[in-house]
Nanobody
Framework: QVQLVGSGGGLVQAGGSLRLSCAAS????????LGWFRQAPGKEREFVAG???????YYSDSVKGRFTVSRENAKNTVYLQMNSLKPGDGAVYYC??????????????????WGQGTQVTVSS
């Protein structure tokens, strides 16, 4: 069993930066694939970024070049550094953990454990 607790959300102006963190409890953190998803009001949850247990990273086209996902296995923590934020990036951001393969990493159904979500609001 893995429990995930996300943090770091908040209100930021367009063009600003935020770093989200997600701390995990449980064992074998380094063997999990970790993902970040977001959901805006009235929209479906969408993949943002993921990091495979091999440390290979993946990004949605909408955030590529602006967001960076990383993990620190010694601290059981995954991060999402978000730069050049746009109003369209505003959403509740969720971290997730699972045994997803690299080809299924962008699919929410590939993850077994989810954090509670943290709100990101970007003002124009």
């Amino acid at each position: 069993q893995v429990q995930l607790v996300g943090s770091g959300g908040g209100l930021v102006q367009a063009g600003g930066s935020l770093r989200l963190s997600c701390a995990a409890s449980g064992r074998a953190f380094s063997s999990y694939t970790l993902g970040w998803f977001r959901q805006a009001p009235g929209k479906e949850r969408e993949f943002v970024a993921g990091i495979h247990w091999s440390d290979r990273t993946y990004y949605s086209d909408s955030v590529k070049g602006r967001f960076t996902v990383s993990r620190e296995n010694a601290k059981n923590t995954v991060y999402l550094q978000m730069n050049s934020l746009k109003p369209g990036d505003g959403a509740v951001y969720y971290c997730a953990a699972g045994r997803a393969s690299s080809v299924a990493l962008a699919m929410a159904g590939s993850y077994d454990y989810w954090g509670q979500g943290t709100q990101v609001t970007v003002s124009s």
